[in-house]
């Protein structure tokens, strides 16, 4: 795998029964990279994740993940990336900074790393009021930004976010947005899956799937440009009408 390349992906598949749920994809996502999973409900991208994060065994193929071998060094792999998932990740009945504690412990970091790392975190978040609540008790555009930092508390060189603003308004998406712009600058790579077609627009590259295999993958720029479209939305609907 080249330095530039955090992921590597070959023939990628996964089977359940009869059924190929990710039919042999390839790719490649760059250190740094903003990189968009895109597709339909139902279209394999929760389950190529699934795969990439160590957590699914692959059928078939071969993939690399922040130089680690997906079939071979699962647990490797588990340390060395941040994963937020589409349900809700943190615990309801912890604080605030219970949650940052707990997850830091996880992550193998010591008790001097955490507290820093809690502080830092909690005034970049303008948490300070509610460092001492219930997680539970706070509005979903919080809880998914909490998730999101906590995500990154061990500096992990890829982020898998799954669906991170399902259901969460404008502004908070857009805020969500900024972050990850932030995390990217950073030089972490963020490997985001969404349905929201304008969210595409914000990704370096995307790649776009359709019933478990990888139809187009490019910059946004390129793709409208392919498909002779003005947004995201349009490229989408004729991959999907075929």
């Not at 994809?25 to 990279?33: A, H, N, R």
Request: charged share 25%; net charge positive.
């Amino acid at each position: 795998m080249s330095n530039n390349h955090v992921i590597k992906v070959e023939g990628l598949t996964k089977m359940f029964g009869d059924f190929t749920a990710v039919n042999a994809i390839t790719f490649e996502v760059k250190k740094g990279e903003i990189f968009g999973f895109l597709g339909a409900n139902g279209a394999g991208k929760t389950t190529a994740m699934k795969m990439l994060i160590g957590i699914s065994t692959p059928t078939a193929g071969k993939a690399n993940v922040a130089g680690f071998d997906v079939f071979t060094n699962a647990e490797d792999i588990k340390k060395n990336i941040g994963y937020m998932s589409q349900k809700f990740a943190l615990y309801d009945d912890l604080t605030v900074k219970e949650n940052i504690t707990f997850f830091g412990g996880i992550y193998g970091l010591s008790r001097k790393e955490i507290k820093g790392k809690s502080e830092i975190l909690i005034k970049e978040l303008e948490m300070e009021k509610a460092a001492n609540k219930l997680v539970g008790s706070l509005p979903l555009g919080w809880k998914q930004k909490l998730s999101f930092s906590v995500s990154l508390l061990h500096d992990p060189k890829i982020v898998f976010l799954d669906e991170p603003t399902g259901g969460v308004d404008p502004i908070t998406r857009r805020q969500f947005w900024e972050m990850i712009y932030k995390t990217a600058n950073r030089g972490t790579t963020v490997f985001v899956t969404t349905h929201y077609m304008d969210e595409a627009e914000y990704c370096d590259r995307v790649s776009i799937m359709v019933n478990g295999t990888i139809e187009a993958l490019d910059t946004p720029k390129k793709l409208k440009e392919r498909f002779k479209t003005d947004t995201m939305n349009d490229v989408f609907l004729k991959l999907a009408r075929g």
